[in-house]
Structure formats: C-alpha cells, structure tokens
T-cell receptor, first 112, second 111 residues
Framework: DGGITQSPKYLFRKEGQNVTLSCEQNLNHDAMYWYRQDPGQGLRLIYYSQIVNDFQKGDIAEGYSVSREKKESFPLTVTSAQKNPTAFYLC???????????FGNGTRLTVT | DAKTTQPNSMESNEEEPVHLPCNHSTISGTDYIHWYRQLPSQGPEYVIHGLTSNVNNRMASLAIAEDRKSSTLILHRATLRDAAVYYCILASNNAGNMLTFGGGTRLMVKP
C-alpha cells in the first residue's frame, strides 16, 4: 500500500539534544512538508520541499533543519535552538505544491 | 492569503446529518476550497474539495455559495467515527501555493 511512514510514533529527548524525525513516502510525490501541531491548535508549516535537493522555510522554521537527498525521504531535525520543541510533528506529501496533501500519522516529541 | 472562519466546535447526534460551515469572504477566483479532517492522534485526511460547483464523494458533500464567500461540508449521516476536527482551507492550484490550516471545527457526535 502506498503511503507516508513517520517513525517513531513517540520520541523522548533531554533538553539540549538534537533529534531527527523520519518521514518516508512511496507515493512518488515530488512535494513534501513538515508541520507542527500544539495541543488544541491547527497545523503550522515548518519546512517544505517542492523537489529533490531543494527546500524552503515555512512559517516557523527557526530551530529546525531538513534535507531532501532522496525523493522518498524528508527528515526533520529539531535542534537545541528550538525553544519549545515538545509538540506533535506531522509529515505530508503531495504530487506538487497546492495539490491534495497526504499525511503520516505523526511523531509526538517530548523534550524534558 | 485568503482566510477562513469556522466555528470552534459543533455537536451532532449519531445518524443525523451535519452541516459544517466555513466563511471565506476574501476568496480569490483561483482559490479552491479544501476540507480535511483530523481524527484524534492521527494526521489529517483529505475529505473533499471544489471550486464553484457542489461536489459529492463517498465521504461527504460540499455545497459552495453562489458568490463563493462561504461553503458547507455536509456529512449525510454522522457516525461516532466522524468525531474529528474539520479544517476548511483555501488554496490556489498553482505550484508553490501552500495549504494553510487554521483551528478548524471540532465535531462531537453523540450516540
């Protein structure tokens, strides 16, 4: 079955550590995205990539970094510079930007 | 960016129709109206989208006002599994355009 896989589902880290969240898709989509969701809130765009080896900052990119070396993969690193990293992180893909989004089931990151 | 306004929450009884409203008075001519829903602890899933005409699919119907300044997502018979947050989003079909999620409407379904 085609889809988006995010791993792990739950992740715990100590403050000051960088952590990388995995996102893989086998939908052959060009565009991929990372969103952050805080409790009771909507989704906010962190980074997006329209094509391999290219990515752009979204609305809240500070303290995050990404890479897009392969079409299938778009990992997100939450760095120690991110002041409030505890959140639910969602990865999505689409055929191209502006088209229907397909989401993974998210990674819930807790930093203490 | 054109914005949408949705009620924070709505309640429905099981097996009754549900009409979820969305206002988008600043919609532009190229903006499509998208609806997604998010079940608890899951990623959002696509429900339906349209431009001008009403749309139907197996999940829901989308009724778009003639002036396109509002739309309504219709669930014909709500089930407990329809309890979710429903997001109404505007997006042009152009490459480079992002879908921006607001707070959505939390739908509660009572048995």
């Amino acid at each position: 079955d085609g889809g988006i896989t995010q791993s792990p589902k739950y992740l715990f880290r100590k403050e000051g550590q960088n952590v990388t969240l995995s996102c893989e898709q086998n939908l052959n989509h060009d565009a991929m995205y990372w969103y952050r969701q805080d409790p009771g809130q909507g989704l906010r765009l962190i980074y997006y990539s329209q094509i391999v080896n290219d990515f752009q900052k979204g609305d809240i990119a500070e303290g995050y970094s990404v890479s897009r070396e392969k079409k299938e993969s778009f990992p997100l690193t939450v760095t120690s510079a991110q002041k409030n990293p505890t959140a639910f992180y969602l990865c999505a893909s689409s055929i191209s930007t502006g088209k229907t989004l397909h989401f993974g089931n998210g990674t819930r990151l807790t930093v203490t | 960016d054109a914005k949408t306004t949705q009620p924070n929450s709505m309640e429905s009884n099981e097996e009754e129709p549900v009409h979820l409203p969305c206002n988008h008075s600043t919609i532009s001519g190229t903006d499509y109206i998208h609806w997604y829903r998010q079940l608890p602890s899951q990623g959002p899933e696509y429900v339906i989208h349209g431009l001008t005409s009403n749309v139907n699919n197996r999940m829901a119907s989308l009724a778009i006002a003639e002036d396109r300044k509002s739309s309504t997502l219709i669930l014909h018979r709500a089930t407990l599994r329809d309890a979710a947050v429903y997001y109404c989003i505007l997006a042009s079909n152009n490459a480079g355009n992002m879908l921006t999620f607001g707070g959505g409407t939390r739908l509660m379904v009572k048995p």
